[in-house]
Every structure is written in C-alpha cells, then in structure tokens.
C-alpha cells in the first residue's frame, strides 16, 4: 500500500506563511503529476497547484505570486510555500499524486487533509 503524509497546516495571522508537505511512503512509479487541492466547508474541492513530470506548474488564479509549488524526488516529497495568506485561503488542503498505470488508466493518490486557517 501506497500512502501520503500530509504535514505543516496550523493558525496563521493575515500575511503570515506557511509551508506544507507531502510525503509518500514508497516511490510511486508512472506519476505524471502532483498537486495540491483545497476545500472549505461547504463548498467544492478546487486545484490550488499543479506541477506535472516536466516540471509545468498550473496555478489558481486567487494564488498567484503567492503560492509556489516544488518537488524533491528523492525524498518522494511535494511542498507548497504559502505567502501573504489571506482569510479566504481558509481551508482543508490535499495532495495528490497522479498516476497513469495502463493505456487510458489513471488513478491518482490522496493525502489525509491538512487544515489551514488565516485569521486575527
């Protein structure tokens, strides 16, 4: 079995930083992206980051110049650096790892959730 650790959410002030982590148990073979997604209560679970095996990154437009996607290889580890947070980045964040294991076959990979929450 496959499984993603989810690490560094918590409370942060309005303009404050957080960086989060994702690590996977084992290397996973046949990804060809990773990514972090968002869902507040109520609401939609909606892509924040995306970076695909040749290094594209695809970014929400409420993120931009904000957030920043990154990868270690080695260490199986996907992390998003969060600057200037703002309330409304209030939410659970997931990561997750896309797999393509045959033609036309994807399965994607979901960590556990973090929390973030941005208030005074």
């Known amino acids: 079995q496959v499984q993603l650790v989810e690490s560094g959410g918590g409370l942060v002030q309005p303009g404050g930083s957080l960086k989060l982590s994702c690590t996977a148990s084992?290397?996973?073979?046949?990804?060809?992206?990773v990514g972090w997604y968002r869902q507040a209560p109520g609401k939609e679970r909606d892509l924040v980051a995306r970076i695909t095996i040749a290094g594209r990154t695809t970014y929400a437009d409420s993120v931009k110049g904000r957030f920043t996607i990154s990868r270690d290889n080695a260490k199986n580890t996907v992390y998003l650096q969060m600057n200037s947070l703002k309330p409304e980045d209030t939410a659970v964040y997931y990561c997750?790892?896309?797999?393509?294991?045959?033609?036309?076959?994807?399965?994607?990979?979901w960590g556990q959730g973090t929390q973030v929450t941005v208030s005074s």
């Open positions: 997750k790892w896309a797999v393509l294991t045959g033609p036309g076959s994807p399965y994607d990979y």
């Open positions: 084992r290397t996973i073979f046949n990804v060809y992206a």
